[in-house]
Protein backbone atom coordinates (compact mmCIF):
# COMPACT_ATOMS: atom_id res chain seq x y z
CA UNK A 1 0.00 0.00 0.00
CA UNK A 2 0.83 3.70 -0.24
CA UNK A 3 3.40 4.92 2.31
CA UNK A 4 3.95 8.80 2.64
CA UNK A 5 6.94 10.68 4.38
CA UNK A 6 6.35 13.86 5.29
CA UNK A 7 9.06 16.60 6.69
CA UNK A 8 9.53 18.68 8.87
CA UNK A 9 7.85 17.64 11.69
CA UNK A 10 7.73 21.30 12.72
CA UNK A 11 8.60 24.39 11.32
CA UNK A 12 8.66 28.21 12.57
CA UNK A 13 9.45 30.99 10.31
CA UNK A 14 9.07 34.77 10.93
CA UNK A 15 6.26 36.34 9.64
CA UNK A 16 6.49 37.02 6.20
CA UNK A 17 9.03 34.45 5.12
CA UNK A 18 8.36 31.49 3.38
CA UNK A 19 7.74 27.97 4.45
CA UNK A 20 8.52 24.99 2.89
CA UNK A 21 7.27 21.54 3.17
CA UNK A 22 8.08 18.21 2.03
CA UNK A 23 6.75 14.56 0.94
CA UNK A 24 7.33 11.48 -0.74
CA UNK A 25 5.03 8.51 -1.40
CA UNK A 26 6.11 4.83 -2.62
CA UNK A 27 3.17 3.99 -4.73
CA UNK A 28 4.11 4.93 -8.61
CA UNK A 29 0.16 4.35 -8.74
CA UNK A 30 -0.69 7.40 -6.91
CA UNK A 31 -1.92 9.99 -8.97
CA UNK A 32 -3.95 12.64 -7.06
CA UNK A 33 -2.10 14.76 -4.09
CA UNK A 34 -3.89 17.07 -1.67
CA UNK A 35 -2.46 18.98 0.73
CA UNK A 36 -4.70 19.54 4.05
CA UNK A 37 -4.38 22.92 6.80
CA UNK A 38 -6.40 21.42 10.18
CA UNK A 39 -6.65 23.58 13.34
CA UNK A 40 -6.63 21.98 16.59
CA UNK A 41 -9.83 19.84 16.89
CA UNK A 42 -11.46 20.95 13.24
CA UNK A 43 -11.36 18.55 10.38
CA UNK A 44 -8.89 19.16 7.68
CA UNK A 45 -9.56 21.52 4.75
CA UNK A 46 -7.91 21.55 1.62
CA UNK A 47 -5.84 24.26 0.30
CA UNK A 48 -4.27 23.13 -2.75
CA UNK A 49 -4.18 19.74 -4.95
CA UNK A 50 -1.91 18.44 -7.71
CA UNK A 51 -2.83 15.92 -9.90
CA UNK A 52 -0.12 13.34 -11.48
CA UNK A 53 -0.12 15.21 -14.58
CA UNK A 54 0.80 18.36 -13.27
CA UNK A 55 4.27 19.43 -12.25
CA UNK A 56 3.61 22.55 -10.37
CA UNK A 57 0.71 24.52 -9.33
CA UNK A 58 -0.28 27.85 -7.58
CA UNK A 59 -2.98 29.83 -5.87
CA UNK A 60 -1.79 33.35 -4.59
CA UNK A 61 0.57 32.56 -1.58
CA UNK A 62 0.63 28.73 -1.66
CA UNK A 63 2.37 26.53 -4.36
CA UNK A 64 2.58 22.53 -4.54
CA UNK A 65 4.89 20.92 -6.65
CA UNK A 66 5.19 17.48 -8.10
CA UNK A 67 8.24 15.40 -9.57
CA UNK A 68 6.50 12.12 -10.27
CA UNK A 69 10.46 10.54 -11.46
CA UNK A 70 11.28 11.03 -8.14
CA UNK A 71 7.39 10.15 -6.25
CA UNK A 72 8.02 13.65 -4.09
CA UNK A 73 6.28 16.54 -3.68
CA UNK A 74 6.60 20.03 -2.32
CA UNK A 75 4.20 22.78 -0.47
CA UNK A 76 5.19 26.36 -0.99
CA UNK A 77 3.74 28.98 1.35
CA UNK A 78 5.38 32.49 0.89
CA UNK A 79 4.72 35.90 2.64
CA UNK A 80 3.47 33.97 5.73
CA UNK A 81 1.08 35.31 8.27
CA UNK A 82 0.02 34.15 11.43
CA UNK A 83 -3.33 32.71 10.60
CA UNK A 84 -1.12 30.56 8.75
CA UNK A 85 -0.15 28.51 11.76
CA UNK A 86 -1.92 25.36 11.81
CA UNK A 87 -0.87 21.34 11.41
CA UNK A 88 -0.76 20.63 7.76
CA UNK A 89 -0.96 17.07 5.88
CA UNK A 90 -0.02 16.00 2.69
CA UNK A 91 -1.84 13.45 1.09
CA UNK A 92 -1.57 11.04 -1.86
CA UNK A 93 -4.25 8.31 -3.34
CA UNK A 94 -4.93 5.89 -5.82
CA UNK A 95 -7.08 5.14 -8.12
CA UNK A 96 -9.67 3.77 -5.47
CA UNK A 97 -9.99 7.18 -3.36
CA UNK A 98 -7.84 5.70 -0.47
CA UNK A 99 -5.84 9.15 1.26
CA UNK A 100 -3.14 8.37 3.15
CA UNK A 101 -1.69 10.77 5.09
CA UNK A 102 1.47 12.02 6.19
CA UNK A 103 2.30 12.63 9.86
CA UNK A 104 2.00 16.24 9.67
CA UNK A 105 3.87 19.94 10.05
CA UNK A 106 3.41 21.81 12.62
CA UNK A 107 4.03 25.38 11.55
CA UNK A 108 4.18 28.00 13.82
CA UNK A 109 4.01 31.95 12.32
CA UNK A 110 5.70 34.74 14.72
CA UNK A 111 5.14 38.44 14.05
CA UNK B 1 -17.76 22.40 -2.26
CA UNK B 2 -19.76 19.37 -1.46
CA UNK B 3 -21.11 19.25 2.36
CA UNK B 4 -20.31 16.07 4.37
CA UNK B 5 -21.91 16.04 7.89
CA UNK B 6 -21.00 13.77 11.26
CA UNK B 7 -22.87 13.50 14.07
CA UNK B 8 -22.36 13.63 16.75
CA UNK B 9 -19.57 15.94 17.48
CA UNK B 10 -18.69 14.97 20.79
CA UNK B 11 -19.66 12.14 22.88
CA UNK B 12 -18.94 10.36 26.42
CA UNK B 13 -19.50 6.77 26.65
CA UNK B 14 -18.97 4.49 29.36
CA UNK B 15 -16.75 1.88 28.65
CA UNK B 16 -18.15 -1.36 27.61
CA UNK B 17 -20.77 0.41 25.62
CA UNK B 18 -21.30 1.10 21.88
CA UNK B 19 -21.64 4.57 20.29
CA UNK B 20 -22.27 5.03 16.95
CA UNK B 21 -21.19 7.43 14.66
CA UNK B 22 -23.54 8.72 11.44
CA UNK B 23 -21.44 10.62 7.89
CA UNK B 24 -24.08 11.72 5.49
CA UNK B 25 -23.11 13.58 2.03
CA UNK B 26 -25.65 16.39 1.65
CA UNK B 27 -25.26 17.66 -1.45
CA UNK B 28 -24.15 14.66 -3.29
CA UNK B 29 -24.04 10.67 -3.94
CA UNK B 30 -20.94 9.23 -2.41
CA UNK B 31 -20.61 5.00 -3.37
CA UNK B 32 -17.18 5.26 -1.42
CA UNK B 33 -16.83 7.38 2.05
CA UNK B 34 -13.47 6.59 4.24
CA UNK B 35 -13.42 6.28 8.37
CA UNK B 36 -10.06 7.87 9.67
CA UNK B 37 -9.28 8.08 13.13
CA UNK B 38 -6.78 10.62 15.01
CA UNK B 39 -5.44 10.48 17.93
CA UNK B 40 -3.98 13.45 19.60
CA UNK B 41 -1.34 15.58 17.86
CA UNK B 42 -0.94 12.09 15.18
CA UNK B 43 -1.77 12.10 11.59
CA UNK B 44 -5.28 10.91 10.38
CA UNK B 45 -4.72 6.91 9.76
CA UNK B 46 -7.57 5.53 8.03
CA UNK B 47 -9.30 2.75 9.23
CA UNK B 48 -11.32 1.71 6.37
CA UNK B 49 -12.84 2.15 3.12
CA UNK B 50 -16.97 2.13 3.24
CA UNK B 51 -18.89 1.04 0.41
CA UNK B 52 -22.89 1.22 -0.41
CA UNK B 53 -24.29 -1.95 -0.54
CA UNK B 54 -21.57 -4.01 0.30
CA UNK B 55 -19.26 -4.91 3.37
CA UNK B 56 -16.40 -2.37 4.18
CA UNK B 57 -12.58 -3.16 3.22
CA UNK B 58 -10.71 -2.76 6.76
CA UNK B 59 -6.90 -1.40 7.02
CA UNK B 60 -4.59 -3.70 8.45
CA UNK B 61 -4.52 -3.70 12.19
CA UNK B 62 -7.97 -2.38 12.36
CA UNK B 63 -10.62 -4.87 13.97
CA UNK B 64 -13.66 -5.68 11.83
CA UNK B 65 -15.95 -6.59 14.80
CA UNK B 66 -15.14 -3.35 16.76
CA UNK B 67 -16.25 -1.09 14.10
CA UNK B 68 -18.65 -2.02 12.33
CA UNK B 69 -19.67 -0.19 9.36
CA UNK B 70 -23.05 -0.16 7.41
CA UNK B 71 -23.34 1.69 4.17
CA UNK B 72 -26.78 1.47 3.61
CA UNK B 73 -27.39 4.20 0.73
CA UNK B 74 -25.65 6.57 -1.25
CA UNK B 75 -25.61 9.37 1.32
CA UNK B 76 -25.31 7.73 4.87
CA UNK B 77 -21.99 5.63 5.76
CA UNK B 78 -21.93 5.20 9.99
CA UNK B 79 -19.71 3.80 12.68
CA UNK B 80 -19.87 1.78 15.19
CA UNK B 81 -17.57 1.16 17.93
CA UNK B 82 -18.78 -1.57 20.17
CA UNK B 83 -17.78 -2.41 23.41
CA UNK B 84 -15.64 1.02 23.77
CA UNK B 85 -12.75 0.69 25.57
CA UNK B 86 -10.60 3.92 26.97
CA UNK B 87 -8.36 3.43 24.27
CA UNK B 88 -10.68 3.59 22.10
CA UNK B 89 -11.39 7.27 22.66
CA UNK B 90 -10.27 9.01 20.16
CA UNK B 91 -11.38 12.07 16.88
CA UNK B 92 -12.97 10.01 14.74
CA UNK B 93 -13.31 11.39 10.92
CA UNK B 94 -15.12 10.39 7.70
CA UNK B 95 -14.90 11.43 4.56
CA UNK B 96 -16.03 11.67 0.77
CA UNK B 97 -15.59 12.21 -2.19
CA UNK B 98 -18.83 13.16 -5.41
CA UNK B 99 -18.53 10.17 -7.24
CA UNK B 100 -19.85 12.32 -10.49
CA UNK B 101 -16.71 14.26 -10.12
CA UNK B 102 -14.02 11.06 -10.47
CA UNK B 103 -10.81 11.29 -7.95
CA UNK B 104 -10.88 14.74 -6.95
CA UNK B 105 -11.39 16.34 -3.71
CA UNK B 106 -12.34 14.44 -0.86
CA UNK B 107 -14.92 16.31 1.85
CA UNK B 108 -14.26 16.04 5.43
CA UNK B 109 -16.87 15.85 8.25
CA UNK B 110 -16.69 17.83 11.32
CA UNK B 111 -15.10 14.81 13.27
CA UNK B 112 -16.15 13.11 16.50
CA UNK B 113 -14.66 13.18 19.84
CA UNK B 114 -15.33 9.88 21.48
CA UNK B 115 -14.49 10.10 25.06
CA UNK B 116 -14.75 6.64 26.83
CA UNK B 117 -14.86 7.04 30.51
Given amino acids: ?111 | GAVVSQHPSRVICKSGTSVKIECRSLDFQATTMFWYRQFPKQSLMLMATSNEGSKATYEQGVEKDKFLINHASLTLSTLTVTSAHPEDSSFYICSARDIGQGNTEAFFGQGTRLTVV
Avoid: M
Avoid at chain 1, 28 to 53: M, V
Fill in chain 1, 1 to 111: GENVEQHPSTLSVQEGDSAVIKCTYSDSASNYFPWYKQELGKRPQLIIDIRSNVGEKKDQRIAVTLNKTAKHFSLHITETQPEDSAVYFCAATDSWGKLQFGAGTQVVVTP
